[in-house]
């Protein structure tokens, strides 16, 4: 009996040294992946914000952009997008760069921090885990979410290391706690909800120990000390907080997480099943190996219920203070969901380790086909602009017989698209009619069209007018926009109807339309 028990081992420590190997695998296939995504995928809107920001001449005049209160993101996205575009040259794959490696940094975190805890293919499941949910695909979007996932598991996995070890090697790692920390405060501003579980699971662990860590305290506390700094930048920010074109809702809840978790659906429900078909076969057999229940101490599973209800947090604060909420604001949840899903392969299936490499074959293989799917047929999700998308305005618009006529879009992101994608002989007759109040009036909000004045005009250097007095110097004019996807941003049709415009529809196709607005002189 000694002799199967002892070959059991052998065969069982035979199958964790795959784990190794398969991240090592996955990071490969990851990287190729994200690059080949981010090569292809053309800049949308909050991307190209990013881009004409990052290519202004200096971080001070980065600074002043920013004060002018159209983006409310913080300085540091620019600065590493500056330096990314210095070492590798302005492309798509180099304005995204910062946000792969950082997402990449993100599973290397979680492998990492199970593996202390539990075995190395629990570790890998964990790691595997956000690549199959909607998280992924800000991998390769250049803006702030992907930064702060990848501050967010470096800060989680330097407070597990504080709290465990002692010596020189602890004050590294409180070092690194508090600079990651204050790098994901820096990257965006809802990173500070990163602060919460951290602290959380901190206040867990003096409970139980009876006595306060001075030193972890005081690296949480020193991370926030980047808002001070940030001080203006918020408060010119806040301006806008009154109609945000996305307040938040409770509904904004459950769909946080029914958004996040739907693409990990098949993969999740065939390890439920493979788990179910285990535990009625060899749920009461004994057990080939140690049956010790490897989990993670208290004051960690508290920090990891923080970062599962960070959007919980998140939209609580915008309820009270910020009255903004976007599903990404509250991204680093799935942090403390991977975590969950590494304990669950490891409870579900600690006496069989090889059932715990099918767990992770599973979620790797899902990845791989899914964004197989991806590079083959593209969703909206992959490829937001489609070169169609931007070549069919401009024909249109040359079809028609009146090529003098100016070309009014009625919606930002279609215009901020046209303006840096579109053909010469579109571009030189885009223009864009702002209007806060009448936005306001019409759609319930206007920090959109706000920024439209504040940043797109002065800044970006985009054809950015007052809506009154081009309508009153015009007669006749062509109106361009998505009036489908985005409805939620198009005010200028309703507002000429009410000033008894006559609108004329010459051409549509892909829920963008061609209208021709005409009024009569009196």
Not at 54 to 77: C, D, F, I, K, Y
Not at 190 to 211: D, H, K, M, N, S
Not at 315 to 329: I, M, P, Q
Request: hydrophobic share 55%.
């Amino acid at each position: 009996m000694i002799d199967v028990d002892a070959r059991h081992t052998v065969r069982d420590r035979g199958v964790e040294r795959l784990a190794v190997p398969m991240f090592a695998g996955l990071s490969v296939v990851y990287a190729l992946l994200t690059w080949t995504l981010a090569r292809r995928k053309l800049m949308w809107n909050d991307e190209l914000y990013t881009y004409y920001i990052a290519r202004l001449p200096s971080m001070h005049h980065v600074w002043n952009a920013l004060m002018a209160r159209g983006e409310q993101t913080p300085p540091l996205l620019f600065a590493i997008t500056r330096l990314s575009f210095r070492l590798f040259g302005v492309n798509h794959v180099s304005i995204r760069l910062p946000e792969i490696l950082a997402f990449w940094m993100m599973t290397a975190c979680l492998y990492a921090l199970v593996r202390r805890r539990m075995s190395a293919i629990s570790a890998l499941c964990a790691a595997a885990f956000p690549l199959v949910t909607m998280a992924f695909p800000y991998a390769y979007e250049a803006r702030s979410y992907g930064l702060v996932l990848g501050f967010a598991a470096l800060a989680l996995l330097s407070w597990q290391a504080a709290t465990s070890i002692a010596g020189r090697a602890r004050v590294l790692v409180l070092v690194c706690l508090a600079a990651s920390l204050a790098a994901a405060v820096s990257s965006h501003y809802y990173g500070v909800f990163v602060l919460g579980p951290l602290a959380f699971g901190e206040a867990v662990r003096t409970i139980t120990r009876r006595r306060l860590d001075i030193a972890v305290w005081a690296a949480l506390a020193i991370s926030v000390v980047p808002l001070a700094w940030h001080l203006p930048l918020i408060k010119a920010g806040t301006a806008y907080s009154g109609a945000f074109w996305s307040p938040p809702q409770w509904i904004n809840l459950p769909d946080f997480y029914q958004d996040l978790l739907f693409p990990a659906l098949v993969p999740v429900a065939a390890i439920l099943t493979l788990a179910a078909i285990y535990h009625a076969v060899f749920g009461h057999g004994p057990s080939p190996i140690d049956d010790e229940r490897r989990t993670l101490p208290l004051h960690e599973l508290a920090a990891i219920g923080g970062f599962v209800l960070i959007p919980l947090a998140s939209l609580v604060l915008a309820k009270l203070v910020t009255g903004a909420f976007v599903n990404r604001y509250a991204l680093p949840s799935v942090i403390g969901m991977s975590v969950l899903a590494g304990l669950a392969t490891e409870l579900a299936f600690r006496r069989r380790p090889a059932l715990r490499v099918l767990v992770a074959a599973c979620l790797a293989g899902w990845f791989v086909l899914s964004q197989a799917r991806e590079l083959v047929q593209p969703t909206v999700v992959s490829v937001p602009v489609t070169p169609a998308s931007v070549a069919r305005p401009a024909q249109w618009v040359a079809a028609l017989r009146d090529q003098d006529l100016p070309v009014v879009v009625a919606d930002p992101h279609t215009f901020i698209v046209l303006s840096h994608y579109g053909a010469p002989g579109i571009t030189s007759r885009l223009v864009y009619l702002a209007d806060p109040d009448r936005a306001l009036k019409v759609l319930g909000h206007n920090s959109i069209e706000r920024g439209m004045l504040d940043l797109l005009q002065p800044w970006f250097h985009l054809n950015v007018v007052r809506f009154g007095p081009f309508v009153a110097e015009h007669t006749r004019f062509l109106v361009l926009g998505n009036f489908v996807k985005n409805s939620f941003m198009n005010w200028i049709l309703p507002e000429l109807h009410a000033l008894g415009w006559h609108t004329e529809l010459l051409d549509h196709g892909g829920g963008d339309m061609l209208i021709l607005a005409s009024r009569e002189l009196r």
